[in-house]
């Protein structure tokens, strides 16, 4: 289908992305959903995951964390907790995140615990993933 959908991407710290793209892939937390102008409308929660949108024949990629996301014919609002752009991520950072939590993980002595330190690896992996492909 012809023509644009325009992409708004909000975090609450700071409005992210607001343009015209062609197509968007998002992690819904049913598995990842793809959008292009002219969807039918749908409001869905988002999971950790990548986030990607095309313009012309050019990728963009960000990590996301959490969220939602309203999608109508001729826009996708996308609501989330944490989004970072592939450059702007600090890979060393990431690295240091994943080999923390998965410490966490192996000093964990409650379920909690556990499931709290696997989030923040999953974060940390999905950075690392995301910051590379820039």
């Known amino acids: 289908m012809a023509g644009k959908i325009h992409l708004d991407l909000v975090t609450p710290e700071r409005l992210l992305i607001s343009e015209d793209v062609d197509e968007v892939i998002a992690p819904g937390s049913e598995g990842e959903f793809g959008v292009l102008p002219g969807h039918c409308r749908f409001l869905t929660t988002l999971r950790i995951g990548e986030l990607r949108y095309r313009k012309g024949e050019a990728w963009k990629r960000l990590s ?56 923040r690896l999953e974060k940390a992996l999905l950075r690392l993933k995301v910051g590379k492909k820039r």
């Open 64 to 119: 996301v964390s959490w969220g939602y996301a309203q999608v109508e014919p001729k826009r996708i609002t996308v609501l989330a907790e944490i989004a970072e752009r592939a450059e702007e991520i600090d890979l060393a950072r990431a690295e240091a995140a994943a080999k923390s939590a998965e410490q966490e993980m192996a000093a964990a002595k409650k379920r909690e615990e556990l499931e709290a330190a696997r989030q």
